[in-house]
């Protein structure tokens, strides 16, 4: 799944958003999971990630960290998003220096993702570069909607539920804070960055 | 497979909304779930976007019907890959399997996002368009829809499970450097004979400081240099080298 990759919007707002995954190899690395994904966590939530979660589960923006955690298992998938590369810096050392031999991957703008990386001391292996949407592109949402659903790559928000979020907020029935947790709490990988919706929303409502 | 209980349902509308594919339609003041419209995602199940509790499933009654729920619905594993989401690993565990080596190019087609969701059609038409140009589709060990392909060094796809509509699903496989050209080119020409879209993932091993010399080709076919990528790091072991 490529599903943090192809995130669109302005480039000034991507720079705020910075998907990180642990991830196991099906029949290499793939068992007794629990106590590696904990320390991943960890590192994670010291350096801030704004929201993560566990597909099998659900997200931090829906559950308590400690809901998410109890129910760790084999087919834990850990995944969550940074706001500033300063947070990915940190994050990545402490990641290497724990050694847990999982593979670790940043998604993100590469100007900022790589001088991150050379900053932490780890060196890329492989990339799976964006090269853009191809084909029938006339029945696409507009552009600010698509950088919202974006930000859930397996699509589970829906263009017109973006819509309505934004009708609510522009009526004052709703902050851009809470329209975002709401778009937030349908991404169930923990990947949806609330904190740039809010910011999407406040800009365009 | 998602249903609407019409004695529950009060045709309040609240529900059409939160469908990613505009399945959702109303009839004689009743909400109603298109089975030909429907991915088969379960947002509407999981996040009980009916007040009343209309929306209810029923057991899948086909093979086809189920893969396309479990490649829809990102909270499934998938079977034989053991991945959840759309079911491949692609560049994230790259550092181990070391499936995409130096000298070769990965690509992940990102059949029918974002958004848009695409009919098996459509990705045969793709997978049969780059594996006539040179591109090795991935086998079923690494990436679902090898398991509808009739034949992997065609990209054919089963005709029973052509007009099933997924949310996306994956064409992936890899070629030799001096290859990606001329199937970038042929994903070019059957981009414009879809009734959907593609968001395309170019994978490949990267030097100590993140460059890669396979993106020199994208210029020579017209194709904007990439701003956005994922990083896998390299930390994780035992770290293919190849």
């Known amino acids: 799944m490529t599903h943090s990759l192809h995130r669109s919007g302005d480039i000034e707002s991507q720079k705020k958003d910075y998907v990180w995954f642990m991830y196991q190899t099906k029949g290499v690395n793939d068992k007794n999971i629990k106590p590696k994904a904990l320390e991943f966590i960890a590192v994670a939530e010291a350096a801030g990630s704004e929201n993560w979660g566990d597909v099998k589960t659900g997200p931090t923006v829906m559950y308590s960290s400690d809901y998410i955690k109890m129910l760790l298992s084999d087919k834990t998938r850990i995944r969550g998003v940074f706001t500033r590369s300063e947070q990915v810096v940190e994050f990545l050392k402490k990641i290497k220096e724990k050694d847990v031999g999982m593979s670790v991957v940043i998604a993100g703008v590469l100007s900022e993702v790589l001088p991150a990386c050379k900053e932490a001391g780890v060196i890329p292996h492989s990339v799976n570069y964006s090269l853009g949407i191809w084909g029938k592109k006339d029945n696409l949402p507009d552009d600010v909607t698509l950088s919202v659903t974006t930000m859930c790559g397996h699509h589970m928000i829906s263009p017109k539920f973006v819509k309505h979020v934004m009708n609510r907020v522009e009526k004052g029935k709703m902050t851009p804070e809470e329209g975002a947790l709401q778009l937030a709490s349908f991404c169930y990988c923990g990947i949806f960055n609330h904190i740039r919706c809010a910011d999407i929303i406040r800009e365009n409502t | ?242």
């Open chain 2, 1 to 242: 497979m998602p249903v609407v209980n019409v004695k529950k349902c009060t045709g309040c509308r609240a529900c059409h909304i939160y469908c990613s594919v505009e399945a959702i339609s109303y009839e004689a003041k009743k909400a109603f779930i298109d089975p030909d419209l429907c991915t088969e995602c379960y947002v509407c199940v999981r996040q009980k976007v009916c007040p009343e509790g209309a929306i209810e499933t029923i057991e899948f009654d086909t093979f086809n019907k189920q893969f396309q729920h479990v490649l829809s619905d990102p909270v499934e594993t998938h079977g034989v890959t053991g991945v959840t989401g759309r079911g491949t690993e692609e560049v994230k565990t790259n550092d181990v399997t070391g499936r995409v080596k130096r000298g070769e190019v990965g690509l992940s087609i990102d059949m029918g996002r974002p958004g848009m969701g695409v009919y098996l059609r459509d990705a045969e038409k793709v997978a049969m368009a780059a594996a006539k140009a040179g591109f090795k589709l991935a086998p079923q060990e690494e990436t679902p829809l090898a398991a509808m392909m009739e034949d992997l060094s065609t990209g054919k796809l089963k005709d029973d499970c052509l007009d099933y509509r997924l949310l996306s699903v994956i064409v992936e496989g890899k070629c030799e450097e001096d290859r990606l050209k001329d199937v970038l080119l042929a994903l070019k020409d059957i981009a414009n004979e879809i009734d959907t879209v593609f968001s395309l993932g170019l994978i490949s091993r990267v030097d100590e400081n993140g460059e890669c010399g396979a993106l020199k080709c994208l210029d020579q076919v017209g194709i904007p240099q990439p701003h956005r990528g994922k990083v896998n790091v390299g930390l994780g072991k035992p770290l293919s080298l190849d």
